[in-house]
């Protein structure tokens, strides 16, 4: 019996050990939470300080993955024969696509892919969605966007190609290298998210993301581990204590000299 007891406590005292080390990892996951979150305010806040980026000027290639949410400006034409569709976006409670257009750039062997805003799922097939085409030059305003090659936890990746299919018509993801292999063009890095326009009424609708600056939960979620993973190994002992009082576990008191 006292050899089972043994067990149960080594058993026991594993698992709490156990529990304080997962308590710990997961306060320092929230540490590293926090320290990608202000790596990320700083990113954005420094790329919307910067000036309006022209892309009909010197671009510069290498740099432009790390200008999200800069501010930008391009003049060129579209090239809608190579024209896409991001499955799944919301506008007002309604179901659509987003218009995902290369625009050559003016002046450059360059293009890139502009998200024109949000049309009606019912509209985005050809030759319905011919209405929204804008013909001839024009100039784009928005911010630059990186694109996704992978979706986040729980996201669905876009299709793969079926025997005797030559391209995707919709994708989940504004994945740019795999759109680039199926596009003539060469498309920038970056794709730019166009911004309303007063001028601009009808479709596609446009809009900008709201990107939130904060901290967020973390530094709250990590204290909250810690404090935890303190509470259960300073309480710990104290329980063994009293649940050994209750089983009478302690020895009894050792005789002294002279005791009978």
Same mark, same amino acid.
């Given at each position: 019996?006292?050899? /089972? ?8 005292? *594993? ?10 990892? *997961?306060?320092? &996951?929230?540490? %590293? ?9 700083? $990113?954005?806040?420094?790329? =919307? ?5 022209? *892309? ?6 290498? #740099? ?5 949410? /800069? ?22 409670? $309604?179901? @659509? ?12 062997? &360059? !293009?890139?892919?502009? #998200?024109?805003? &949000? ?26 966007? $990186?694109?996704?090659?992978?979706? %986040?936890? @729980? @996201?669905?990746? #876009? ?10 018509? !919709? ?8 759109? =680039? ?11 730019? =998210? ?6 601009? =009424? ?17 530094? @709250?979620?990590?204290?909250? &581990? ?5 509470? *259960? ?25 002279? %005791?009978?």
């Amino acid at each position: 019996m006292r050899t /089972r007891g043994f067990l149960h406590w080594v058993l026991t005292t *594993l698992f709490v050990l156990a529990a304080m080390a997962v308590m710990v990892r *997961l306060g320092f &996951w929230q540490l %590293d939470r926090l320290a990608q979150r202000r790596a990320f305010n700083a $990113r954005v806040l420094a790329a =919307q300080a910067m000036p309006v980026l022209n *892309l009909n000027e010197n671009v510069p290639l290498s #740099d432009l993955e790390t200008m999200e949410y /800069r501010e930008v400006i391009v003049e060129g034409t579209y090239l809608f024969e190579e024209e896409v569709l991001l499955r799944n976006q919301v506008w007002e409670g $309604r179901l @659509g696509f987003h218009v995902l257009t290369p625009l050559q750039i003016r002046g450059s062997t &360059w !293009a890139v892919l502009v #998200d024109r805003g &949000w049309i009606p799922f019912e509209e985005a097939q050809l030759p319905a969605r011919l209405a929204f085409q804008e013909q001839g030059r024009v100039t784009v305003r928005g911010i630059i966007r $990186r694109g996704q090659e992978h979706p %986040d936890f @729980g @996201g669905v990746p #876009d299709p793969t190609l079926t025997p005797g299919q030559t391209r995707l018509e !919709a994708w989940n993801l504004v994945n740019i290298p795999r759109i =680039q292999q199926q596009t003539r063009a060469s498309l920038l890095p970056i794709y730019i =998210q166009q911004a309303p326009d007063p001028a601009w =009424q009808g479709l596609p609708y446009r809009a900008l993301p709201e990107v939130e600056i904060s901290e967020g939960p973390h530094l @709250g979620y990590a204290i909250q &581990w810690f404090t935890f993973a303190a509470i *259960l190994g300073i309480g710990y002992p104290f329980y063994v204590k009293r649940q050994l009082h209750k089983a009478g576990g302690y020895p009894a008191k050792p005789l002294e000299d002279g %005791d009978e």
